[in-house]
């Protein structure tokens, strides 16, 4: 069975930076490109970051580029998003997914349960 | 970067109706496309990808079309399990990027 567990959300001070982790297990980690997404209290799905299976390609949004930073360490099947100079805007659901690739045409096919992050002073 | 713009932001039926939502792309995206229904509390679910394929265990009265820039969701005969929000989402394969619509809620009318 396929699992993605995401930990680390929490309350945080603007400016203050916070650790999010996704550790997962079902599948073969390294061979996946995965995501983060993050929903904002009552709010739609934002794309934050994307890395591919070996963290040879990165991308981020342009609301977080410069701010946030995507990891993984396939020997451990885990996940991570380093959010540093957090603002008001960032507070969200943050939801680590797997993505599914074929042909060009990629989506993700399993979603953690999300992790919170509060931003207030 | 590409934007997806979903119309309408929401609607009303009743169960037993037709629903189409729209998801329109700023620039061509073959068959890219991907479906999401979200309910309350819970993380999305993928209903259609590349465009027109039926994700494993996703009921046949959800369909998807289109090519390019416009595409559609339909639900044929809506029940009541259906009444979520929905999202369209285009990716690019290198570097990973995903791009998601705003979402089309669908209510009880």
């Known amino acids: 069975e396929v699992q993605l567990v995401e930990s680390g959300g929490g309350v945080v001070q603007p400016g203050q930076s916070l650790r999010l982790s996704c550790t997962t297990s079902g599948f073969i980690f390294d061979d996946y490109a995965m995501h983060w997404v993050r929903q904002a209290p009552g709010g739609g799905l934002e794309w934050v970051s994307g890395?591919?299976?070996?963290?040879?390609?990165?991308a981020y949004a342009g609301s977080v580029k410069g701010r946030f930073t995507i990891s993984r360490d396939n020997a451990k099947s885990s996940l991570f998003l380093q959010m540093d100079s957090v603002r008001a805007e960032d507070m969200a659901l943050y939801y680590c997914g797997k993505a599914y690739c074929n042909g060009g045409n990629c989506y993700i096919e399993y979603w953690g349960q999300g992790t919170l992050v509060t931003v207030s002073s | 970067d590409i934007q997806m713009t979903q119309s309408p932001s929401s609607v009303s039926a009743s169960v037993g109706d037709r629903v189409t939502i729209s998801c329109r792309a700023t620039q061509g995206i073959g068959s890219r496309l991907a479906w999401y229904q979200q309910k309350p509390g819970k993380a999305p679910k993928v209903l259609i990808y590349g465009a027109s394929n039926l994700q494993s265990g996703v009921p046949l009265r959800f369909s998807g079309s289109g090519s390019g820039t416009d595409f559609t969701l339909t639900i044929n005969s809506l029940q009541p399990e259906d009444f979520a929000t929905y999202y369209c989402q285009q990716a690019d394969t290198f570097p990973p990027r995903l791009s998601f619509g705003g979402g089309t809620k669908v209510e009880i009318k």
């Open positions: 890395i591919s299976w070996n963290s040879g390609s990165i």
